[in-house]
């Protein structure tokens, strides 16, 4: 850990790397320690009844079960799109004609350089089964934003893809 | 890491720590890695005339500029709304009569166990000068809503804060 270094690895998992930079930092004190994740895509799927398609799992970063939109990790040399589309068929078993892009976000300026990926999937109907471990729960709009107000639906990664889809007009207005 | 242990912590920093977790993983295989960082806020703040009050600042993770809601970890013992009083006066020098929850969300639920407490600050005011290396933006609800679209505002779990204020009701129609 040389302080002559700008960057270093100094731990790594099969997940991210925590990477130090002494670029701006002062000298002979910490340096700043950032993540190195992998992208990741986050994806918004309505049934043609126009219910959202959520998916419920058990977490242990929070050690409870939470509801979320299906969501994955980008794989090696997969553009996002592919991923997204991917990850909503094996977590959901739904798939759909249609893979719109919403944009790309910072998931955590403070710490991240990796991006979110955000899709809507505008008729998705399913195909398949479920991952196993992972319960497909279909939520209406108001619905969802019920469980957002009460607390169950409470990734705040996922609440920016609503509002990104939200603030560009691609949900309908019921919706926002 | 002997792997009959629960949880351990296996790198730790000033601002977050890594902890190898066994639970429910395969036997010999990789634990799960979960980040423990401590909690933070992030504060939707109103100048009378309705505009967000919004900090730029140059972010090492991400190596560039960003347009942001003011937000800060919360030290030890003090309250989230006092956190975000705080954090909203020393980053941007203003300053709001009253402060109102807006919610608590999960900022990753696939890697971490801390919270994100949203406020808002609907009568914020100037009273001093912003953080060195801060500099202070107002936008209207529409410049916002711009920045957002074309990807100047990209930070996901400021979107977020904005989504939950949305859904609750606590922002102006036409800021939804």
Request: with cysteine; aromatic share 10%.
């Given at each position: 850990?040389?302080?002559?270094?700008?960057?270093?690895?100094?731990?790594?998992?099969?997940?991210?790397d925590?990477?130090?930079?002494?670029?701006?930092?002062p000298?002979?004190?910490?340096?700043?320690?950032?993540?190195?994740?992998?992208?990741?895509?986050?994806t918004?799927?309505?049934?043609?009844?126009?219910?959202?398609?959520?998916?419920?799992q058990?977490?242990?970063?929070?050690?409870?079960?939470?509801?979320?939109?299906?969501?994955?990790?980008?794989?090696?040399?997969?553009s996002?799109?592919?991923?997204?589309?991917?990850?909503?068929?094996?977590?959901?078993?739904?798939?759909?004609?249609?893979?719109?892009s919403?944009?790309?976000?910072?998931p955590?300026?403070?710490?991240?350089?990796?991006?979110?990926?955000?899709?809507?999937?505008?008729?998705?109907?399913?195909?398949?089964?479920?991952?196993?471990?992972?319960?497909?729960?279909?939520?209406?709009?108001?619905?969802?934003?019920?469980s957002?107000?009460g607390?169950?639906?409470?990734?705040?990664?996922?609440l920016?893809?609503?509002?990104?889809?939200?603030?560009?007009?691609?949900?309908?207005?019921?919706?926002?």
């Open positions: 850990m040389a302080p002559d270094r700008a960057a270093e690895t100094v731990f790594q998992t099969p997940w991210f925590i990477v130090a930079k002494w670029d701006g930092q000298e002979g004190g910490e340096p700043y320690y950032a993540l190195r994740l992998v992208d990741f895509t986050c918004i799927a309505l049934t043609p009844k126009q219910e959202f398609v959520l998916v419920r058990y977490r242990p970063a929070v050690e409870r079960k939470t509801l979320e939109l299906p969501a994955g990790h980008v794989d090696p040399g997969e996002p799109s592919d991923s997204a589309g991917r990850e909503l068929a094996e977590e959901t078993g739904y798939v759909g004609t249609r893979i719109e919403l944009g790309r976000l910072a955590d300026t403070g710490r991240a350089s990796n991006a979110m990926w955000c899709f809507l999937v505008p008729d998705a109907v399913p195909q398949g089964e479920p991952e196993p471990g992972i319960e497909v729960v279909l939520y209406s709009a108001a619905e969802l934003a019920e957002i107000r607390g169950e639906f409470d990734h705040a990664l996922h920016a893809a609503l509002h990104l889809a939200a603030v560009t007009g691609k949900l309908p207005p019921w919706a926002n």
